[in-house]
């Protein structure tokens, strides 16, 4: 029997992961749900926003279901020592998952194209999958730092990392468009001139069927805007990554529609992008669309079970249109919607 | 006489140039204007993207006025050494004025809002100053250097130059609306945390009337995309500058509009913000504003002259609605609409 393991976080994370778990209990009932701390709400009961025992419960699942941490701009946890702070919960989680590949899907749902900031005519069709390199780049390299008045961090990559998660990028472009897109500043930085040659040759020696072309951060953040529908995929290092996939989710018009999957060797860990929110936490009235969308990704490519999936992601679009939450300009709440969702599965 | 230095560079750079400096010579008749070489054609003819010549001419003007550098995707110029390349030469410019701090204006005009990718209702009346540091972080650090399968790059800041270019962006507001946002990864990078410290004490020290808050640079790239009127003055370091710089750029629906002025201790730099766009250059069609509304800038900041700065920027406000380019949806060709702007300047 596949075990999940749950992590509801903080702010509006347990409300959209209850949600979350309601679907995934009703298309995959033979599976084992537990549920583990992390961020805030673990350091204030364990001292640790990634506690042990969520360690070890990670270990041997076959996926994990994330919901959202952090806290308030003014939360005390923002003034404890880094590697204490919810965020670094996180940042440990993916790294002892070993989830070097974080896929982030952007579609835009035909029919709500009104809600996109964009004029609906460029909004309309956009399907991006964004890959984004989750282990590497500043974020975890040893060599940072702050002295007194100065303070470095350290971007570095080797080629087996951009090796591994470009075959991500350029495995799923052969079940989309074909096409991939590589961003980087090696006009700039040594770092993307090793990770350009690197996803090149990559391509050249096993992916001959992909077109792959390489464009500048800077240009992609404008062409993101200007011209969404030239992308299919598009791979880049870790902070681009941060950056442009934050950039690319307001296309749809809300975070509230966007999930996202971290894949590596182990257990993939499955999370909707969007942040805790804590203006609204408790209140009931949270989108959970994107948290149970990620529990579809984590069927997909967590449990293998395609099929349930799609049903998912069906009933999702379904509820969209019918039950739309107050994000959305509707009215449903967090209930009422996760409701529509599990009646549109029951529908034939 | 005040001495500007004209540097045309490359692709669309000299037509550009050109009609900035035909602007320049009606409203300010007094000036010398010297022009030197820079860019992929100062490689070609010296052996160098920024020649001995070029770094002693700009180091006795009173400002520098830039096209652009760089060739198309296939050029032989990005085969070069990285320190060979048209990119190069631009660094080293700014290196060498010592142009810490780069200003980028985004104003949607009234009336234009249609070009906007965005909805004309978020489009319409903002006014976005981008205060980008120039000289810092990954850009410029020693410790960068490819080995073999493993690349680095420091992204290094000091207190001194966090607040020389908070500096410029509080007396910015000051002009303005009094807010300034700064932008950092604080939640992940020591430099951010060094960012943020150094740029909120400033302000508690000497800056009390202005409103600073600090956001996420990932948050910023979605906001800025679908409320970009929160935003009055943003600062941030290097390549986030880069990045949200260009994707502000877009607000206003074509880069042909977006000049910028780079300022430091001694004279400044002003340049228009698009590339170099080899495939039109030298067909007499590229858009000048930008060009000419840098020429403004370079008025206004390089030589204190602010009423023929904002004879300039009217006149172009005006010619931008009688006698719109190509990018724009018009007709007008390079001349024509310099023409436009000249006697728009001629009439009261
Ligand atoms: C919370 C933060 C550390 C995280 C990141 O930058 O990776 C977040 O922005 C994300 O994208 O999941
Ligand atoms: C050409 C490149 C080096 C430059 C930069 O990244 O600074 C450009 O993108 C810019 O913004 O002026």
Redesign the pocket.
Known sequence: MPKVVVLPGDGIGPEVTAAAVEVLREVAPDVTLEEQAIGGGAYDAHGDPLPQRTRDAVQDADAVLLGT??GAQGSPWNALPRHLRP?SG??ALRKALGCYA?LRPVRVQPGLEHLSPLKAELARGVDILIVRE?LGGL?FDGDRRIEGSVAYNTMRYTTAEVERVAKVAFWAAEQRKGRVTSVDKANVLEVSELWRRDVQALRDREYRSIHLNHEYVDSVAMLIVSQPSRYDVIVTE??FG?IL??LAAVIPGSLGLMP?ASLGDGPGLF?P?H?SAPDIAGQGVANPAAAIMSAAMLLRHGLKRSDAANQVDRAVALALREQPTRDLGGKADTKAFTHAVLSAMGSP
């Open positions: 941490v952090g965020e996180l940042l974080n989750l974020y870790n902070l941060d996939s934050d996202s999370e992008i942040g």
